[in-house]
């Protein structure tokens, strides 16, 4: 009896990684993404910074790692090649990932711009809180000023984010597709379909993406 409860993990996460497809994992990529840059931008102070820092960004990174573990597991579980690349191809989920992709590059780099200026502007008050103070050329210490802003930045915390974005997994895996030997033939006319339905998905300015 206990051998056969011990195989209901192990059952219950088998048939998980079965009910993934493309259209699921760019769903799931998507979703991240977005709450990711939401909860950035509701960081305009110090208590909110910290609140979307322990509700949002550390858990991403657990988050994104999940999803690829899971896409690793549906791509080992494709029978061929051709039907790896077919599946990716075939999928809305995908071009609708590409198409929220750049929109998403931009929003990204306009929120950090505005947190490094909210961060200037927590240095500059202490540094005029000093001046007050008497000191004549103050050196404003960023614990003091805005230490959850300062910590947010310095670490580097949005790195995951940033790296979702700039190089993702889907990217990475669909960058190896021209390589992958039982394609090599049939890689014209799949890229062929890739570029038709692109043509649907993607702005006319947007539709030819490099990886």
């Known amino acids: 009896m206990k051998h056969k409860l011990g195989l209901v993990p192990f059952l219950v ?3 998980a990684g079965c009910t993934d497809n493309m259209d699921s994992l760019c769903r799931e990529f998507r979703n991240a993404n977005n709450e990711a840059l939401d909860a950035i ?3 305009v102070d110090e208590e909110s910074c910290q609140k979307m820092n322990v ?5 991403v990174t657990d988050r994104y790692k999940d999803i690829e573990r899971r896409m690793d597991i549906w791509k080992n579980n494709r029978a061929t090649d ?3 690349v077919e599946q990716t191809f075939k999928a809305d ?3 609708m990932y590409l198409a ?5 590059r931009q929003r990204y780099s306009l929120e950090r711009m505005r947190l490094r200026n909210l961060y200037k502007q927590y240095m500059d008050q202490e540094a005029q809180k000093m001046r007050d103070a008497g000191e004549i050329e103050p050196i404003p210490d960023p614990q ?9 930045l310095s670490q580097d915390k949005l790195k995951p984010i940033q790296d979702q974005l700039t190089k993702p ?3 990475q895996l669909v960058s190896t597709y021209p390589q992958l030997k039982g394609v090599k033939s049939d890689y014209p006319a799949l890229q062929k379909l890739f570029m038709q339905r692109l043509e649907k998905f993607m702005p006319k300015e947007k539709k030819v993406l490099l990886w």
């Open 100 to 104: 929220e992709l750049d929109v998403n």
């Open 169 to 171: 997994a889907i990217l």
């Open 13 to 15: 996460l088998f048939l």
């Open 41 to 43: 931008s509701m960081m």
């Open 55 to 59: 509700r949002v960004i550390k858990p």
């Open 82 to 84: 051709k039907e790896l």
């Open 93 to 95: 989920g995908f071009y």
């Open 144 to 152: 003091k000023a805005c230490p959850k802003l300062h910590e947010m």
